[in-house]
């Protein structure tokens, strides 16, 4: 069946933007608010080493118009922040997001690095905010940068996670918790299957393990709901490339689960790991039959 144009349009951003990959920077990351609108996206900024905002999370709202790349997005701060370039409202002073001086060859990617670079570098002569603080402190000394652990990692993840559920901007089909409340290591993932395909309306469960070394290493994580899917194996092993060869500390958690998301809605069979790719490229149907029969019995089970 030929996809639309809405469809096409979809994937094209999607690789555009380096979502098949996930090789995310570590000072920032991006993903998509629904899988299913690919003009709503959600930024997060790490607040860079040697500046007032070390140790920051800062999250940011990315709306693309549909003439984008032709046109820059509209990205604003959701976190409040005192910065020269940067309004009460969170609208940021910086020339490549200028209509007059947007190139189409800029992606999410560069402007949050820019916007990054900002943070350390603010432009006192271009456009600024004038208001000046209450009560003016001499500058700090900065510290020598701390050297990142998983536990601190996590924390910083969760915040970033609170604050996305606060603005109503976490994405609608993935979450996590801890499995106790003192507890940074284990985790529980839940993913609500992706509309117009056979895991529709399953909710699966995820057990996800962090490892010391943490973002380092990628975290370990598998299905323990039973899914039908040429890349996930009988005991929950995912084969999707940014949990292996493709990890970045940059990565997050709720990156991968959208990422793992993403794999239900469009499975690999160039690079599976079980007999079920056979099925998947010889009879379709009979496949989605399958899948969806699994996702009945051991997904809806609720």
Known sequence: MEETREVKMKHWIYKREGMEDGDFPSCCSYGPMSWDD???W?????GPSGSPYEDGVFFLSIDLPQQYPSKPPHIKFLTKIF???????GTIYIDILEEEQWNPIQTIETILLSICSLLMDPNP???YNT????DPEKPKEPEKPKEPNAESRMRRELEIKQEGEYFNMSPILVNYKQVAKNDLFRFIGTIIGPSDTPYE???FKLSIKIPRNYPFSPPKITFITKVFHPNI????????NILHNDWTPGITIEVLLLAICSLLDDP???DPVNPICILYREDIKAYHKKAREWTKKYAMSY
């Open 201 to 203: 309306g399953g909710v």
């Open 268 to 270: 690999n069979p160039e």
């Open 131 to 134: 208001k000046k603080p209450k």
């Open 233 to 240: 194996s009988k005991n929950g092993f995912i084969h999707v």
């Open 42 to 46: 959600q930024g997060v900024i790490f």
């Open 83 to 89: 910065h020269p370039n940067i309004d009460e409202d």
């Open 125 to 127: 002569v271009g456009y």
């Open 38 to 40: 690919p003009f709503k």
